[in-house]
């Protein structure tokens, strides 16, 4: 595990809470503030952050290798969808 890859999975599982908190209308402290609308911004944008660096450090044979970070990405995205 590198660096990265540490960078990677706190990014994906800080974006969680912050999406959570944002569709319950709780506030809570996020980049954009205790808004709602902010804390669902500052969650795609370290989904985003993550997929970059993703999508930089690793090709997609070796993602579909990697499970944690695969089931980390898909839990997520049924959080977002």
Do not use: R
Not at 7 to 23: Q, R, Y
Not at 33 to 60: D, H, M, R, T, W
Request: hydrophobic fraction near 55%; include cysteine; glycine fraction near 10%.
């Amino acid at each position: 595990m590198t660096l990265i890859d540490f960078i990677i999975g706190a990014l994906l599982v800080n974006a969680m809470p912050h999406l959570i908190f944002g569709l319950t209308k709780t506030h809570f402290l996020g980049l954009f503030g205790y808004s709602p609308k902010g804390n669902i911004s500052y969650a795609i944008l370290q989904f985003i952050i993550c997929l970059i660096l993703v999508y930089f450090n690793y090709e997609f044979k070796e993602l579909l290798e990697n499970g944690y970070l695969v089931g980390g990405i898909a839990v997520l995205v049924l959080y977002f969808w």
